[in-house]
Nanobody, 128 residues
Framework: QVQLVESGGGLVQTGGSLTLSCAAS????????IGWFRQAPGKEREFLAA????????YYADSVKGRFTISRDNAKNTVNLQMNSLKPEDTAVYYC?????????????????????WGQGTQVTVSS
């Protein structure tokens, strides 16, 4: 079992920044990686970024490339999402999730179904 807890959400003005953190506990080893997703009201869950647990390779959705940065601290079992130049359309509940299947590849890394455990989410609201 793996437990994930997100933190760092809140209210920020357009153009501002926030850093979200995802703290993992439990069976924390031999993962493929951790991803960040978001879901706005009435919309589908959207992939944002992912990071390989081994090696640290990163992957981003085009919608956030250049504005969001994902990073990890393996010693602390934490993955952060630095978000800059925030826009009102970034308003959503943000989730982290872990893909524990080391046999996976980068192909379809954006698919929510490949992630086994999810956090409870943290709300990010960007005011205009």
């Amino acid at each position: 079992q793996v437990q994930l807890v997100e933190s760092g959400g809140g209210l920020v003005q357009t153009g501002g920044s926030l850093t979200l953190s995802c703290a993992a506990s439990g069976r924390t080893f031999s993962w493929y990686g951790i991803g960040w997703f978001r879901q706005a009201p009435g919309k589908e869950r959207e992939f944002l970024a992912a990071i390989r647990w081994s090696g640290g390779s990163t992957y981003y959705a085009d919608s956030v490339k250049g504005r969001f940065t994902i990073s990890r601290d393996n010693a602390k079992n934490t993955v952060n999402l630095q978000m800059n130049s925030l826009k009102p359309e970034d308003t959503a509940v943000y989730y982290c999730a872990v893909d524990t299947n080391v046999a996976h590849t980068i192909r379809l890394i954006e698919m929510a179904d490949r992630y086994d455990y999810w956090g409870q989410g943290t709300q990010v609201t960007v005011s205009s």
